[in-house]
């Protein structure tokens, strides 16, 4: 009797571990095959990343335009990607979206600043505050530089020291935003004081010669030199002229340089801050 079971007990346990040993195969197979189909999938979606960003540039859509839709294409085709490769485990997808339905109400509430982005950065795209390579100032932090790329959730500023500052595109849409460039051209201000002894009119006619001699200034734009006030150290006069975008920084240095240089030349003496006392008795 005893040897009658241990035989039952060995042919059981024997058919348990060739079932075992089925599902170890099955389930092995199923991960060999969901890997491979991540890798092709993987593969197509960069193909049709690609393709999707040449008929872009053929159309001669905007940079940030084509930053975004990428953006946008890249996690939408591996968000289906995962919704295959979960059906192949035996996953229901209608389960999953049933239950993501009927959570929703939580998951709107965890990721709304994420559809928050997403919608500033549609704004951004539609209504054009600004464009990659335009230099922009945030208007609720006073972050400011060069923008370098408009993602799907983010716009990434490149500072005149190279530094990245990466802006969620709702705040973005949501801030006042300066753009610096978005004209061709900009204004320079330079202030600078003479003295009350100074001969005004000299100082003015060789700040106005100094513009005028300079070749980067835009002839065409206003160029002046006018008394701005009459401060309490010296007169304080404003030399005004304008630059194209690309030649604005080093316009504003050299003026601001030559302006000294001019005024040494014709001996006219920018004041110190100074105060007179005057004692009676």
Excluded at 169 to 198: E, F, H
Excluded at 223 to 237: K, N, Y
């Amino acid at each position: 009797m005893n040897l009658i079971n241990w035989k039952i007990n060995s042919v059981l346990g024997t058919a348990a571990l060739e079932r075992l040993g089925e599902k170890i195969l099955d389930l092995g197979g199923r991960i060999l095959f969901a890997i491979i189909c991540f890798l092709i999938g993987a593969q197509l979606i960069k193909f049709v990343r690609k393709l999707t960003a040449r008929g872009m540039e053929k159309a001669k859509a905007d940079v940030g335009v084509r930053q975004f839709v990428d953006s946008f294409l890249k996690v939408a085709l591996y968000v289906v990607l995962g919704f295959l490769l979960a059906s192949s485990f035996g996953v229901d997808a209608a389960g999953i979206v049933a239950l993501l339905g009927s959570a929703g109400v939580a998951i709107g509430l965890a990721v709304q600043g994420s559809l928050s982005n997403l919608a500033g950065g549609v704004l951004i795209l539609v209504l054009k505050p600004f464009k990659v390579g335009d230099y922009i100032v945030e208007g609720a932090g006073g972050k400011e530089g060069e923008v370098a790329e408009i993602q799907i959730f983010y716009t990434r500023l490149v500072t005149p020291d190279n530094r990245v500052v990466i802006l969620p595109n709702g705040n973005l849409a949501n801030n006042s935003i300066v753009n610096v460039t978005a004209g061709k051209c900009r204004r320079v201000d330079v202030p600078v004081s003479v003295s009350y002894n100074a001969d005004l009119k000299k100082a003015k006619d060789a700040l106005t010669r100094m513009l005028q001699q300079d070749e980067h200034t835009l002839k065409d734009r206003e160029l002046r030199v006018f008394v701005d006030e009459l401060a309490d150290s010296g007169i304080r006069l404003n030399v005004r002229c304008w630059f194209a975008n690309e030649d604005y920084w080093e316009g504003k240095w050299r003026i601001t340089e030559n302006c000294k240089l001019v005024l040494d030349e014709a001996g006219i003496e920018i004041p110190f801050n100074q105060l007179d006392v005057h004692m009676r008795g």
